[in-house]
C-alpha cells in the first residue's frame, strides 16, 4: 500500500521510495559530468542490460555477465529505471548496481507493482550479488559462468497471505552462462544465455514466498538474441517459474525484446512481454521499457 | 496470436539476414584479399600508435615486421594462401604486462579498422570469432 508520510513508519518507507530514484540521478549526472572518460574498457553491450530483479541480464531473467563494461581493474556504476504494462497490472522498477572489477556485481532495486484491476499496490526491495566463476562472454571457450543470490522483501503482506503466501521474505539463488558465438546466425553473431535458479518466489516474490502447493523449486530461464548490428540486439527470453498457490496460478514468463547500445553509457530496451496468468487474472500481455545509464 | 507474431518475426528476421550475408565466398576474400588485409594492418596500426595506453607495448617494435606479420596471420586464420611462420601467441606477448583493459582496446581498434576499411559486418565478425580465442594464449605468460 501507498505510505503516507505522516506517520514516522511510512516515512522510511517514503525515503526507501525516494533512495533508489535520487541514486540514479545522482548516477546520471555523474555520468552527463564525466562521459566518455569513464567507460570500462569491456567491449559495447558485454554488459548486458538490466533484468527485473536489479541484475545484469535481459529483462527477466539474470545472466551470467557482470554490469556495465569495467574489467579485471576496472569498477563501474549502472542505474536503471524499468517500466512494463501488461493488461491489468504496471510494474516500475529502479535499480542501481556496482560492478567490481568484473568479478563482483552487487544490485538493488525496488519494484512496485501497481494492481489497477485489483486496486492497491505491492512493493519489493531486492539486494543481490552476482560471483563470476571464471570466463568471458566474448573470449573463453565455454563462455562466462556466474552464481548469483537475490534477498527479497516484500514491503506489505496483506496480499500475498491472503492468496496463500507462506512467507513474505525469500532468496534466490542462481547459477547462469553465457556465451557469444561470433557470426553464427547469417553472419551476425548470437547470444546464449541460460540461467538455472532454486526459488520459492511467487511471481517472482511480489506475491510472497512458497505456498499450500509447493515450497522451493528449481526452474529454467534463457534467452537467445541476435546482434543485428554491434549496437542492436533482438531476441527472445523464456522465464520458468514455481506455482505453489492454489488460489493464484502461475505461469511461466516470455518476452520478445529489442535493446540498442547507444554507447558504453546508454542503453534502450523494449519488450513485448507474455506473462500469462497474475492472481487470478489471466492472460497478462503488454510492453516494457528499460533505461540504463552506465559509467 | 502472440506466437503468430514472434513466428512472423523471426521468418522476416531470417529473410533480411539471410539477404544480407554473403556466404559463397572465403572470409579471406571477403576480407578483401590481401591487398585489402594489409590497408586493414596499416589502418589498425595508425589506431594504436594513437593509443597512449597502448603505443608503450611498441616502442621496441619494429613496425614493418609486425605489419608484414599481422598481415600473414590474418590470411591465414581467414584461409588466404598463407602460412603464419610467426612466434606462437604466448611466446610473442610473454612478460609484456598485457592487461584485459589493452587486450579490450586493440579489439575495438581492429574492429573499427576492419570497418574503416569497407569491411562487411558479418566478415568483421567471422574474423573477430577467428581471433577472439587468442586471448587465453595471449594472457598465459602476463
Not at chain 1, 114 to 134: H, S, V
Not at chain 1, 187 to 208: E, F, I, K
Not at chain 1, 274 to 294: H, K, N
Not at chain 2, 114 to 122: I, K, P, Q
Request: glycine share 10%; charged share 15%.
Amino acid at each position: 500500500m501507498m505510505p503516507s508520510p505522516h506517520t514516522p513508519a511510512s516515512f522510511t518507507g517514503y525515503l526507501t521510495t525516494l533512495v533508489p530514484r535520487i541514486t540514479a540521478f545522482i548516477v546520471l549526472g555523474m555520468i552527463l559530468a564525466t562521459a566518455p572518460a569513464y567507460a570500462g574498457s569491456r567491449l559495447l553491450a558485454t554488459g548486458a542490460v538490466t533484468a527485473i530483479e536489479g541484475a545484469a541480464g535481459g529483462g527477466l531473467s539474470p545472466w551470467a555477465v557482470l554490469s556495465g563494461t569495467p574489467s579485471d581493474e576496472e569498477v563501474g556504476v549502472t542505474a536503471t529505471a524499468t517500466r512494463a504494462w501488461v493488461d491489468d497490472y504496471r510494474l516500475s522498477v529502479t535499480g542501481a548496481s556496482v560492478n567490481v572489477h568484473d568479478r563482483i556485481e552487487v544490485s538493488v532495486a525496488r519494484q512496485t507493482l501497481d494492481l489497477e484491476t485489483l486496486g492497491g499496490e505491492l512493493e519489493q526491495d531486492i539486494y543481490a550479488a552476482k560471483l563470476r566463476l571464471f570466463g568471458d562472454v566474448l573470449y573463453h571457450p565455454w563462455g562466462i559462468w556466474s552464481i548469483g543470490a537475490q534477498h527479497k522483501r516484500v514491503s506489505d503482506n496483506t496480499i500475498p497471505v491472503a492468496l496463500g503466501a507462506r512467507h513474505t521474505q525469500g532468496n534466490d539463488v542462481y547459477l547462469s552462462a553465457s556465451k557469444l558465438l561470433f557470426s553464427a546466425f547469417a553472419g551476425r553473431n548470437v547470444l546464449l544465455n541460460a540461467t538455472l535458479r532454486n526459488t520459492s518466489a511467487n511471481q517472482g516474490g511480489l506475491l510472497g514466498f512458497g505456498g499450500d502447493q509447493g515450497g522451493r523449486s528449481w526452474v529454467a530461464e534463457g534467452s537467445v538474441g541476435v546482434f543485428i548490428t554491434p549496437q542492436w540486439i533482438v531476441g527472445t527470453e523464456y522465464r520458468q517459474k514455481p506455482d505453489n498457490m492454489s488460489a493464484a496460478r502461475e505461469d511461466d514468463w516470455q518476452s520478445l525484446y529489442s535493446a540498442y547500445f547507444f554507447n558504453k553509457h546508454l542503453s534502450l530496451t523494449g519488450a513485448w512481454l507474455d506473462l500469462g496468468t497474475i492472481a487470478g487474472l489471466p492472460s497478462q500481455q503488454g510492453g516494457y521499457l528499460s533505461l540504463q545509464a552506465a559509467f | 496470436m502472440h506466437r503468430t507474431f514472434l513466428a512472423f518475426a523471426l521468418a522476416g528476421l531470417t529473410l533480411m539476414l539471410a539477404a544480407c550475408a554473403q556466404h559463397q565466398s572465403t572470409l579471406y576474400e571477403r576480407l578483401g584479399g590481401q591487398t585489402n588485409i594489409d590497408a586493414i594492418v596499416e589502418n589498425f596500426l595508425y589506431r594504436v600508435a594513437d593509443d597512449t595506453e597502448l603505443v608503450g607495448f611498441f616502442a621496441n617494435t619494429n613496425i614493418d615486421k609486425l605489419a608484414a606479420s599481422l598481415g600473414s596471420m590474418i590470411c591465414d586464420v581467414s584461409g588466404g594462401p598463407c602460412h603464419y611462420e610467426g612466434p606462437p601467441m604466448d611466446r610473442a606477448h610473454q612478460h609484456m604486462g598485457v592487461k584485459d583493459r589493452h587486450f579490450n582496446r586493440l579489439v575495438e581498434h581492429l574492429d573499427a579498422a576492419l570497418a574503416a576499411e569497407g569491411v562487411a559486418l558479418n566478415a568483421r565478425n567471422a574474423l573477430l570469432g577467428q581471433l577472439a580465442p587468442m586471448y587465453g594464449d595471449v594472457m598465459r605468460y602476463q
